[in-house]
């Protein structure tokens, strides 16, 4: 059990990473000290892998923006 922890630190540890990696190189990229999608989205362009799953995660928000406003407008009549 004590090494399935030690695994899961070491990847908690490059998740990180990666993310502060790229977060930075976003900031830098687009408009100075904001982080903006279209940033992370040109980051990761030539990982498909990453690129898809960014681009469906985009693709379920917009879908559930428009589900949440049909809701209140049926609810609460807007």
Same mark, same amino acid.
Request: charged share 40%.
């Given at each position: 059990? *004590?090494? !399935? ?8 540890? *490059? ?9 930075? *190189? ?23 892998? *990453? ?5 469906? !995660? !985009?693709?379920?928000?917009?879908? !559930? ?14």
């Amino acid at each position: 059990m *004590k090494k !399935l922890e030690e695994v899961q630190k070491v990847d908690r540890v *490059k998740e990180r990473d990666f993310f502060l990696k790229n977060t930075h *190189k976003a900031m830098s990229t687009g408009r100075q000290g904001r982080v903006q999608v279209e940033d992370i989205v040109f980051l990761i362009r030539k990982d498909p892998r *990453k690129f898809a799953r960014v681009k469906d !995660l !985009l693709t379920m928000n917009e879908e !559930l923006k428009r589900a949440r406003k049909a809701f209140d407008e049926a609810n609460y009549g807007s």
